[in-house]
């Protein structure tokens, strides 16, 4: 059996993955309303096939519980953000949870991190908490990392497909490990040692934020001397080694827009061009602030109330709105004191902000322009309801005549 703890944007999929390929699963969260969401047959979270993997693994007999089960396999997927003073990674989390496991877990157990941390961490944090307990790492107790690699909108896929790293002490260990990831993984299993595993995670969504910051530094360039930077990188990408991004409004998401910064808390002397895109990107919801203030001075729009923005997740289609950049465009209205903007996003239903709109075409009727933060389908399939308003278009996406960009 296999006790998968944190029942979260990772840790439920995973747990639905195992059972539904026929391994008996117990699924362990604190938070007693989600549990008692789940066990009362719904989700907790909207992801593209996530309803019918759930519905596989009830069939497969998986458990959601807020105990801690006896068991040979824990696999702990709960959160890791960082602390935004030093830009070290909160093992905090990660920790509470290996305490209470080794409350339960009997001998020859194999705890197996699957949150990503920065690296050293498991060395600095989870050993010593093992050991203060009287066990014996790779006796008593065998440790693993095996990060996730999967992004909201196509989880349940990339569950599936996408390879993985298994980092473990013992290269035996981790083909034991890698053999029940087999039991759905179709991609790749590479075992590795546990500090590469750590380093490897870290690294593929730092590059990523990286070129992310390319874009938005080009953006800013060309905006600066009256150039089109989607033109430009448009032509740049017929070459056959540039491959630009487009810029957008901010980077979000609890994977990309955090793990550099563990690399930045934990190198201060070498993170340089880490860092540097990390300010790039975090800079960019208050560069869009500026766009949308040029242009409603050009069109004489002089109330922000009769602007809206559209989209609150972090990405198109998704309901995770995690360091979302109009979340960060919100809070910076705020500390300069300008409020009143409307604000709209179709997957999120409870209210999180002010001025948050639940009907899209009330949403409109109340709105002079339309800044668009987020490409969902819904914006995507209805952009005759809006070829009449002033657009800002951040995402790329919009067609009509006389829209703004980046």
């Given amino acids: 059996?296999?006790?998968?703890?944190?029942?979260?944007?990772?840790?439920?999929?995973?747990?639905?993955?195992?059972?539904?390929?026929?391994?008996?699963?117990?699924?362990?969260?604190?938070?007693?309303?989600l549990v008692s969401t789940l066990c009362h047959g719904h989700t907790t979270f909207k992801e593209k096939g996530l309803d019918e993997l759930y519905a596989s693994a009830v069939k497969s007999g998986i458990e959601f519980s807020t105990e801690y089960k006896k068991t040979d396999m824990y696999i702990i997927a709960v959160?890791?953000?960082?602390?935004?003073?030093?830009?070290?990674?909160?093992?905090?989390?990660?920790?509470g949870a290996v305490r209470d496991v080794m409350k339960v877990c009997p001998k020859g157990a194999t705890v197996v991190i699957e949150s990503t941390v920065s690296p050293g961490t498991i060395d600095k944090y989870v050993r010593p908490i093992i050991e203060s307990d009287g066990?014996?790492?790779?006796?008593?107790?065998?440790?693993?990392?095996?990060?996730?690699?999967?992004?909201?909108?196509?989880?349940?896929?990339?569950?599936?497909h996408n390879s993985r790293t298994i980092g473990a002490d013992d290269r035996a260990i981790g083909e034991k490990v890698k053999k029940c990831y087999e039991s759905f993984c179709k991609g790749e299993i590479v075992v590795t040692d546990i500090r590469t595993a750590e380093m490897t995670k870290v690294v593929e969504n730092t590059f990523r934020d990286i070129n992310i910051a390319f874009a938005n530094e080009l953006v800013k360039i060309c905006r600066s001397d009256n150039m089109d930077a989607l033109e430009i990188i448009s032509i740049a990408n017929r070459h056959p080694r540039v491959n630009i991004l487009n810029p957008g409004p901010g980077v979000g998401g609890h994977c990309i827009s955090v793990d550099p910064w563990f690399l930045v808390g934990d190198y201060p002397m070498?993170?340089?061009?880490?860092?540097?895109?990390?300010?790039?990107?975090?800079?960019?919801?208050?560069f869009v602030l500026g766009r949308i203030s040029d242009i409603m001075d050009e069109n004489g729009i002089k109330d922000v109330s009769r602007v809206g923005l559209y989209g609150l997740t972090y990405?198109?289609?998704?309901?995770?709105?995690?360091?979302?950049?109009?979340?960060?465009?919100?809070?910076?209205?705020?500390?300069?004191?300008?409020?009143?903007?409307?604000?709209?996003?179709p997957f999120i239903t409870k209210d999180m902000v002010e001025n948050q709109y639940h009907d899209f075409d009330k949403f409109l009727n109340d709105i002079d322009m339309i800044v668009i933060?987020?490409?969902?389908?819904?914006?995507?399939?209805n952009m005759d309801k809006i070829k009449d308003k002033v657009i800002?278009?951040?995402?790329?996406?919009?067609?009509?005549?006389?829209?703004?960009?980046?």
Avoid: W
């Fill in 1 to 33: 059996m296999i006790n998968v703890i944190g029942l979260g944007y990772i840790g439920l999929p995973t747990a639905l993955m195992f059972a539904s390929h026929g391994v008996e699963v117990v699924g362990t969260d604190y938070n007693k309303e």
């Fill in 373 to 381: 933060l987020v490409g969902h389908d819904e914006i995507k399939n």
């Fill in 270 to 286: 070498f993170a340089n061009l880490i860092r540097k895109a990390r300010e790039i990107n975090d800079s960019m919801p208050e």
């Fill in 135 to 160: 066990f014996k790492i790779g006796e008593d107790i065998n440790l693993v990392h095996a990060p996730e690699r999967i992004i909201p909108g196509n989880m349940v896929y990339e569950l599936e």
């Fill in 392 to 406: 800002l278009d951040t995402r790329n996406i919009c067609r009509i005549d006389g829209t703004y960009r980046l």
């Fill in 315 to 345: 990405k198109e289609n998704v309901d995770d709105y995690r360091e979302s950049p109009t979340l960060q465009m919100l809070e910076c209205m705020k500390r300069h004191l300008s409020r009143g903007v409307k604000v709209y996003d």
């Fill in 79 to 95: 959160a890791t953000p960082y602390d935004k003073d030093n830009k070290k990674v909160d093992a905090s989390y990660v920790t």
